[in-house]
């Protein structure tokens, strides 16, 4: 089956699809340096360098997912507007209506069936121009869930609404079952060595050497157990000119070692952002934990569901160190792609 990939990002939600017997021929993405990063890893895939709202960029899109006979769609369109870890509360964002753009590129190219992921606080906004525009009349089925990635072969929690459309002469598309059972951070990173802020390992990727963590901010989480937030300490708690910082529970937050790792999001790197703190390998004499310090780019990937080599040919430099941060913030985890659209193939 022959695929269209909108909102490419750098391809991470892609990276199983080919076991599926998927392939994907077109793709598109807005931003060069994300684009040229697809492309060096995925050199036979036509991309579509532009934004989409752009009616050129668009025609070219469709034209090419026409030549090619593409028959699904992937469509993954930023809602930061909607998203929970929006905190501005800019409802207007115009990337809320990308969304119009991915029924114009649907409906010009007909596909047999169309994946849309997107935060869940989109769905009020979302679902009424999809069951509106495709639905009944429109040509598809409409199948509307959301999903838990955690439950789908991610090692991290990521809450979306996916929205699964089935062309009317084509089988309803729908979403796979839920078997309860999650993978633990223990499962996919507790091989690697332990680790502070500022330092590194032989390992590729596994090092901290090019993202600066303030050394206050590792002395509070250096006093803080696994599964709980610094801001909770009773001495070596967060605080500026001597007052408490008042901050959600999810800031200075470490994950747990045995269950999946708390949402990963573009802030990452930050201590003081959403449950980024790896969990301690263990305690000092002095009663402090160790990893007092973010995930490292190799934990990311691998809490991501990337396969333990996906950075081996890539250069670590403080520029790819932030690049790769923000990609997989916003990535569409692949094992849950891949759970997903297994779910189509087995049909």
Not at 16 to 36: I, K, Q, T
Not at 77 to 88: D, E, I, K, V
Not at 288 to 314: Q, V
Not at 318 to 334: D, H, N, W, Y
Request: aromatic residues 8%.
């Amino acid at each position: 089956m022959k695929a269209l990939s909108l909102f490419a990002n750098v391809g991470l939600g892609e990276t199983y699809l080919p076991a599926l017997d998927v392939e994907v021929v077109v793709a598109n993405e807005m931003l060069p340096d994300r684009a040229r990063f697809y492309s060096l890893r995925n050199p036979d895939v036509e991309m579509v360098v532009g934004d989409i709202t752009d009616t050129e960029v668009k025609q070219d899109i469709i034209r090419r997912s026409l030549a090619e006979g593409v028959e699904l769609i992937i469509a993954t369109p930023p809602c930061q507007g909607f998203s929970a870890a929006n905190t501005t509360g800019d409802k207007d964002d115009e990337r809320n209506n990308l969304i119009n753009d991915v029924v114009d590129v649907v409906k010009a190219t007909k596909p047999a069936y169309v994946l849309i992921e997107n935060v869940r606080g989109s769905a009020k906004n979302v679902l009424p121009i999809i069951f509106e525009e495709l639905g009944g009349r429109g040509g598809y089925v409409i199948r509307e869930k959301v999903l838990d990635a955690a439950y789908y072969g991610t090692p991290h929690h990521r809450a979306r609404l996916i929205i699964l459309l089935s062309r009317n002469d084509k089988e309803v598309w729908e979403h796979p079952p839920n078997d309860g059972k999650t993978i633990s951070c223990r499962q996919v990173i507790g091989h690697l060595p332990s680790l502070e802020a500022g330092e590194s390992t032989p390992l590729h990727f596994h090092s901290l050497e090019h993202k600066r963590t303030p050394a206050r901010h590792s002395k509070w989480l250096s006093y803080t157990p696994e599964g709980k937030s610094a801001l909770h300490n009773k001495v070596h708690y967060p605080e500026k000119d001597g007052r408490r910082i008042r901050a959600f529970d999810s800031s200075y937050a470490r994950n747990w070692w045995d269950k999946p790792a708390f949402t990963i999001t573009m802030t990452n790197g930050s201590l003081s952002s959403s449950h980024n703190c790896c969990p301690p390998h263990f305690q000092n004499k002095d009663g402090t934990w160790s990893d007092a310090r973010p995930f490292t780019i190799k934990e990311l990937t691998l809490l991501c569901g990337l396969p333990e080599n996906w950075l081996d040919e890539i250069e670590h430099t403080p520029k790819t160190e932030k690049f790769l941060r923000e990609v997989i913030g916003e990535c569409f985890p692949p094992m849950f792609c891949y759970e997903i659209v297994k779910e189509l193939m087995d049909e």
